[in-house]
């Protein structure tokens, strides 16, 4: 059974640095074809997919936030990190993770979403 | 980047009734198309991938189809547990991209 949980500082302030944590069971991040993809939702708006990491390192960045973004995972105790530079209230979101099938780039698992807000 | 436009953004429908929401994409994906249903409590679940292979789990009235930049959901005979918001995504190409949305609500 696979399961994700984020976790987050909850609120932080402008122009700080965001870091999530996503710990997982049930699959391993070594495993060929794994991948953990971030995604996040602004109250009253879409999805938005972030990053995703994948069994051999390798990183897809959305270039929409160009060079802010930075994934690493740590395969030996089943977690997946996000971090964000230069937060602005535009970051305010629920962030997600998800079990990513590099075959088909499906998000077939979530995790139940962490709240952050950013504000001064 | 690839574009997916959503319709309808809302919808209403019957206990019972058939719903078909449609998705376009912006270019050809190449039945790269998945289907996300998300719920109030914010839990996100997997319904379709691949256009048209049901995930384990999702109940059956859910399906896909579709070809090239048009696909869509269908549930046959909606249920009150299927009042949720529905997403398509593309996953042909990074930047991955979703819908804007469809939020089916009872009638």
């Known amino acids: 059974q696979v399961t994700l949980k984020e976790s987050g500082p909850g609120i932080l302030q402008p122009s700080h640095t965001l870091s999530l944590t996503c710990s997982f069971s049930g699959f391993s991040l070594s495993t060929y074809g794994m991948g953990v993809s971030w995604i996040r939702q602004p109250s009253g708006k879409g999805l938005e997919w972030l990053a995703s990491?994948?069994?051999?390192?390798?990183?897809y960045n959305n270039p929409s936030l160009k060079s802010r973004l930075t994934v690493s995972k740590d395969t030996s105790n089943n977690q997946a990190f996000l971090k964000v530079t230069s937060v602005d209230t535009a970051d305010t979101a629920t962030y997600y993770c998800?079990?990513?099938?590099?075959?088909?780039?499906?998000?077939?698992?979530w995790g139940q979403g962490v709240m952050v807000t950013v504000s001064s | 980047d690839i574009k997916m436009t959503q319709s309808p953004s809302s919808l209403s429908a019957s206990l019972g009734e058939r719903v078909t929401i449609s998705c376009r994409a912006s270019e050809n994906i190449n039945n790269y198309l998945s289907w996300y249903q998300k719920k109030e409590d914010g839990s996100v679940k997997l319904l379709i991938y691949h256009t048209s292979r049901l995930q384990p789990g999702a109940p059956s009235r859910f399906s896909g189809s579709g070809s090239g930049k048009d696909y869509s959901l269908t549930i046959s005979g909606l249920e009150s547990e299927d009042i949720a918001t529905y997403y398509c995504q593309q996953g042909y190409t990074p930047p991955l991209t979703f819908g804007s949305g469809t939020k089916l609500e009872i009638k």
């Open positions: 998800a079990h990513t099938l590099g075959s088909s780039y499906t998000f077939d698992y």
């Open positions: 990491i994948w069994w051999n390192g390798n990183t």
